[in-house]
């Protein structure tokens, strides 16, 4: 028998509101402000599916560690005397007590401050004082987290059985981002922003572009506005855009075929477990990357690239992160659930491992876009989440530009349906 952690009440509500969800419609209110609907998309979405977390270059050296939080859990990322990146729970296996509280650090062996259990960076139980003479050391090692790297970015899985499709998906990702060689990079700047909504309006808020016409001038000097608009739908006043946009792209595509460099969409963003949407598509202004002009921001491209022209490599991953890998820098977002309506939002700013600030870089020049358009997003997701919990609020309909929103939701009501029916 399957017991769960959610009160009966509490699981017919829920299950008649995922049950008579409408396509094309934003979600019902409870999905964004109800406890209940909190605790199962932590169980159904978070403790379920591959979760992006950080980046390799987070932990550079042997020792290395990041801590994540989700929900209740707390996990340790540690780059262990091998090299590898491997995760574990941040659980004492004596009484219990957490291991490691600082977010991120460097250690020898793990030693839990209650009784001192000394952990060795591959998990295993180095000591424990005064057991008895039966104790065995070899069966209290710390607890493991699956843990993947695609060619630098970690995602961790809390399920004891991760869903088997991630595999596939990091094949068909792998060869786009491999000239980037994210492996071969370092943490520029990380910032972390609390956002006052619900995890998925923050994800919802990302996943259209209706928004950024008005709502982003710095992003939209290079992020081209029409963004997820079919060409017949675009508004006169951005057909002008259009036309450059076309143009950019057939020069990107000739650039990108040269290089032998994939471009082409591959989008499976709801339908199955792990999904996804990447694509490599042209920049306005110089093309090179989210600068206001358009230029490269660090003069020491990624990887062993050869022209800082290469537009944005995209990826939106379900349920959690997006990613621009542009020639001269990687930038990448990580949204982590706090509370019902708190998100944490935390941008990582990558750059070749050997570029030098300022010399090669100017850290302000580097984040200044997309720190702006967090800080939009973050105002325009709070603004949602204050009127979904006004009685008033009805769900209206997706814009065709709302298309990718729309797949978002159909992932998700697709995943708690798959979780109720276990
Ligand atoms: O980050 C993205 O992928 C963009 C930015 C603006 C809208 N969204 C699709
Ligand atoms: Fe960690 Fe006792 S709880 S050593
Ligand atoms: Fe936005």
Request: hydrophobic share 35%.
């Amino acid at each position: 028998m399957t017991v769960s952690a959610e009160p009966a009440s509490d699981r017919c509500a829920t299950a008649g509101l995922v049950a008579r969800r409408k396509r094309g419609r934003a979600l019902e209110a409870p999905f964004y402000t109800g406890e209940e609907f909190f605790a199962l998309d932590l169980a159904a979405i978070f403790a379920a599916h591959w979760i992006f977390v950080a980046t390799e270059a987070e932990v550079p050296e042997p020792g290395d560690y990041v801590t994540v939080d989700l929900g209740r859990y707390s996990v340790i990322l540690l780059r262990d005397d091998d090299e590898q990146v491997r995760a574990f729970h941040n659980v004492c296996r004596h009484r219990g007590a957490r291991i490691l509280s600082d977010a991120a650090g460097s250690t020898g062996n793990l030693v839990c401050g209650y009784h001192q259990w000394t952990y060795a960076t591959d998990g295993a139980l180095l000591h424990a004082g005064q057991q008895a003479p039966d104790f065995e050391k070899s069966c209290w090692g710390l607890k493991r987290v699956g843990l993947r790297s695609v060619e630098g970015l970690l995602f961790l899985c809390l399920a004891p059985e991760p869903p088997a499709d991630f595999e596939e998906v990091a094949e068909q990702v792998r060869p786009y981002l491999a000239a980037h060689r994210l492996r071969h990079t370092k943490v520029a700047a990380q910032v972390d922003l609390v956002e006052h909504a619900n995890w998925k309006l923050v994800m919802e808020n990302n996943r259209e572009c209706y928004h950024c016409e008005a709502g982003h001038p710095e992003l939209t000097c290079t992020f081209f506005p029409t963004y997820g608009y079919r060409p017949d739908e675009i508004p006169d006043r951005l057909l002008p855009a259009h036309r450059r946009y076309l143009d950019a792209s057939a020069e990107l595509a000739r650039e990108c075929d040269r290089r032998g460099m994939p471009y082409e969409p591959i989008e499976e963003l709801s339908g199955r477990p792990t999904a996804f949407r990447v694509q490599r598509e042209a920049l306005d202004g110089a093309g090179e990357s989210y600068t206001r002009d358009g230029r490269a921001a660090s003069r020491k491209l990624l990887g062993e690239l050869d022209t800082p022209r290469l537009g944005r490599l995209s990826v939106h991953y379900q349920p959690n992160s997006w990613f621009h890998f542009l020639g001269d820098h990687a930038v990448t977002f990580s949204v982590l659930p706090l509370a019902v309506d708190r998100t944490l939002v935390r941008t990582t700013w990558l750059v070749h491992a050997d570029a030098v600030e300022g010399t090669d870089y100017d850290l302000e020049t580097l984040t200044d876009v997309w720190r702006r358009t967090n800080a939009q997003d973050g105002a325009l997701v709070a603004r949602a989440q204050a009127g979904v919990r006004d009685p008033a609020y009805e769900p209206g309909p997706y814009a065709p530009t709302e298309s990718h929103v729309e797949e978002f939701v159909t992932w998700y009501i697709e995943r708690l349906k798959e979780h109720q029916n276990r």
